[in-house]
């Protein structure tokens, strides 16, 4: 239980970790929370520094959602090798929960970081590297299905909503366990709520597509 608590923290920890805000600090001496969107996170990045730091910070995080999961797996490994797993417990049936409840601290992590003051991105990308080693398959639908409607709308933020609404479909019809059932439906419902401002820009006509700057600062 003791390393459940800890690979639940540190999974917040790993995803607190402000991989946008420090780039664009770093290469434009600016806070990206004061540009744009005011996220953190890599669409913003994209708006402000471009094609390559963007796609940089689209990797890291996504590899903060795999590298938190990675843990569960190598935990549950190393307890089971260990013999620390007591007989009573089923760890079969304990595993996707913990990788649930990981991937939600990772995801609140990256949105409310610890070093940002609770602020940061929309966790989109870190959600990505969750799905994907949760479940490639699963991943690289969602994946998908964000891929083709950024390529017909030319919008990040309608295709993020699309790719959380996607998720716990692609988990019922995969027969995923209840943990990931439920991981899709509170993941993909925090990612929307997180793009309430780009909701209204949306039904107002003015969010900007790929490459182009916001016309509203934060
Ligand atoms: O990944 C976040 C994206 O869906 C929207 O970002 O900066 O346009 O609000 P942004």
Redesign the pocket.
């Given at each position: 239980l003791t390393g459940c608590v800890a690979i639940v923290v540190i999974a917040y920890l790993l995803g607190s970790f402000p991989t946008g805000y420090i780039a664009v600090k770093q290469l434009k001496g600016i806070d990206i929370r004061e540009v744009?969107?005011g996220?953190t996170?890599?669409?913003?990045v994209l708006?402000t520094l471009g094609k390559g730091p963007g796609a940089f910070v689209l990797v890291l995080d996504s590899l903060k959602g795999v590298l938190a999961i990675a843990l569960v797996y190598w935990l549950f490994n190393f307890a089971a090798n260990q013999n620390l797993i007591p007989p009573t417990v089923d760890a079969k049936l304990w595993q996707p929960w913990i990788v649930t409840l990981t991937g939600l601290a990772a995801i609140l992590g990256h949105s409310k970081s610890i070093f940002l003051g609770f602020t940061g991105?929309?966790s989109?990308?870190i959600s990505l590297g969750i799905l994907l080693a949760m479940n490639w398959q699963v991943g690289l639908a969602t994946a998908g299905v964000f891929a083709v409607c950024a390529a017909i709308s030319r919008i990040?933020?309608l295709?993020?909503i699309m790719g959380a609404i996607a998720v716990p479909i692609f988990m019922l019809v995969t027969h995923q366990p209840l943990p990931y059932i439920l991981f899709g439906i509170a993941g993909g419902l925090y990612v929307i709520l997180r793009?309430r401002?780009?909701i209204e820009r949306l039904f107002a006509g003015t969010e900007?597509k790929i490459g182009q700057k916001l016309t509203t600062e934060p």
């Amino acid at each position: 239980l003791t390393g459940c608590v800890a690979i639940v923290v540190i999974a917040y920890l790993l995803g607190s970790f402000p991989t946008g805000y420090i780039a664009v600090k770093q290469l434009k001496g600016i806070d990206i929370r004061e540009v744009g969107s005011g996220s953190t996170g890599a669409t913003n990045v994209l708006r402000t520094l471009g094609k390559g730091p963007g796609a940089f910070v689209l990797v890291l995080d996504s590899l903060k959602g795999v590298l938190a999961i990675a843990l569960v797996y190598w935990l549950f490994n190393f307890a089971a090798n260990q013999n620390l797993i007591p007989p009573t417990v089923d760890a079969k049936l304990w595993q996707p929960w913990i990788v649930t409840l990981t991937g939600l601290a990772a995801i609140l992590g990256h949105s409310k970081s610890i070093f940002l003051g609770f602020t940061g991105g929309k966790s989109v990308a870190i959600s990505l590297g969750i799905l994907l080693a949760m479940n490639w398959q699963v991943g690289l639908a969602t994946a998908g299905v964000f891929a083709v409607c950024a390529a017909i709308s030319r919008i990040v933020s309608l295709s993020s909503i699309m790719g959380a609404i996607a998720v716990p479909i692609f988990m019922l019809v995969t027969h995923q366990p209840l943990p990931y059932i439920l991981f899709g439906i509170a993941g993909g419902l925090y990612v929307i709520l997180r793009h309430r401002t780009n909701i209204e820009r949306l039904f107002a006509g003015t969010e900007p597509k790929i490459g182009q700057k916001l016309t509203t600062e934060p």
